[in-house]
Each structure stands twice: as structure tokens, then as C-alpha cells.
């Protein structure tokens, strides 16, 4: 789950990734993937571990999610509890951990120059969430369920299936993954019915 031999640690996120930028999608505008950050211009970052490239780039934005108008920043990392740097650490302080990490390398540079907002989308590979991540997925449930005018808690049982799932597969994906590329994958939630597709899945709510 730590062996970084093949790549799949770091494409492991990739279906986390475009599953959260669907849902964007459905109520935000202007969301995009792996989008490249403004490059610097003689600002001064306060974190050593700040990305300074000219082709920075985070996993998700999309304009509007926290503030009107504001662009807001996302990048998702699922990280192995069990890994030896996390081992003698609570898996509270492993999450607090990376995501710290994450604000260092990004936090700075989307708000002082991108001028939007950075949330760290923080995952472990067993399906823990961490405390920004909840706070951010708790958000997007709300603005869902307003939207399409469907009741919350189908609308969280549903997010929280499909992300499990999600998690699940770049499990495998590491464990017994090959190096052939994989089939291209779509996921097409415009007008789906939560409610319904939650009750006759049996998901518990």
C-alpha cells in the first residue's frame, strides 16, 4: 500500500478526483481537473515545502463552492495509516498531518496570488475521511440536496457509498494493479434521483 513502484500511489487518488469533480459539476460552476495555478511573481512563500513551480497544478477547482464568485481549490491525498511514518502517531495526528502538508505546498500560493481558497481533501486507504474533508463533502451534500431538492440523507448515504467505493478500488488498485491502462470510466450523475437510487440499492441511511 506504500510502494511507490508503478505509480500507483500517486493514481490512486485519480477516481476520488473525478468522482468529486461530477458532483461539482452539478452545482458549481467553471470546475475543472488538475488545473494550473498561476505562476509566481516574486511573492514570498512562508513554507520552505511551498510549490514554487511554473506548472503547479492542484487536483479539483471550481468557482463558487465556499464563497460567491471566489474560486475554491482542491487536492486529494489518500495516504496508508499503517505506513512506518504513521505508525507511532494517532490516526488523528496522521490526518492533521497531511493535511498540514498540503496546505503548506499549496495553502499560500491559491490565496495570496490565485486568490481563491485551498481545502486537503484527505483520505486514508481503509476509508477514514479527515476533519476538512468531512467539513467539505458535508457542504457539497447540503448545496446537492438543495439543488435537486432531495432529502439530505440520501443525498450523504449515496456521496458516502460511492466514495467508499472509490476508496475501495485505488485499494485494489494498489494491491493488484497492472500496468495495462484501464478502460476510460464516465460517471454521469446529471439528473439522477438519490433518493430512489439510494432506496432500491438498500443503502442505509
Known amino acids: 500500500m506504500a510502494c511507490k513502484k508503478g505509480g500507483f500511489v500517486c493514481i490512486r487518488h485519480d477516481e476520488v478526483r473525478d468522482l468529486t469533480a461530477s458532483m461539482l459539476r452539478e452545482v458549481c460552476r467553471d ?44 487536492d486529494i491525498r489518500i495516504f496508508d495509516p499503517m505506513a512506518t511514518c504513521h505508525r507511532r502517531i494517532s490516526l488523528v495526528a496522521a490526518h492533521q498531518r497531511n493535511e498540514q502538508d498540503k496546505i503548506r505546498k499549496y495553502g499560500v500560493g491559491t490565496r495570496n496570488v490565485d486568490h481563491g481558497s485551498f481545502t486537503p481533501l484527505v483520505f486514508t486507504t481503509s476509508g477514514g475521511m479527515g476533519p476538512k474533508a468531512k467539513c467539505f463533502y458535508s457542504r457539497l451534500a447540503d448545496v446537492m440536496a438543495e439543488k435537486k431538492h432531495q432529502p439530505r440523507s440520501h443525498v450523504v448515504a449515496w456521496m458516502r457509498c460511492l466514495l467508499s467505493f472509490s476508496l475501495l478500488r485505488s485499494a485494489l488498485l494498489c494491491l493488484r494493479g497492472t500496468r495495462y491502462p484501464p478502460p476510460p470510466t464516465t460517471i454521469d450523475i446529471a439528473g439522477l434521483n438519490y433518493q430512489a437510487t439510494v432506496v432500491e440499492s438498500g443503502i442505509l441511511v
Do not use: C, I
Open 31 to 74: 470546475v475543472s481537473t488538475e488545473p494550473t495555478l498561476l505562476p509566481l511573481n516574486g511573492e514570498h512563500m512562508q513554507y520552505r515545502t511551498a510549490n514554487t513551480a511554473n506548472e503547479a497544478r492542484v487536483d479539483v477547482s471550481a468557482r463558487g463552492f465556499w464563497t460567491r464568485g471566489q474560486k475554491a481549490f482542491m
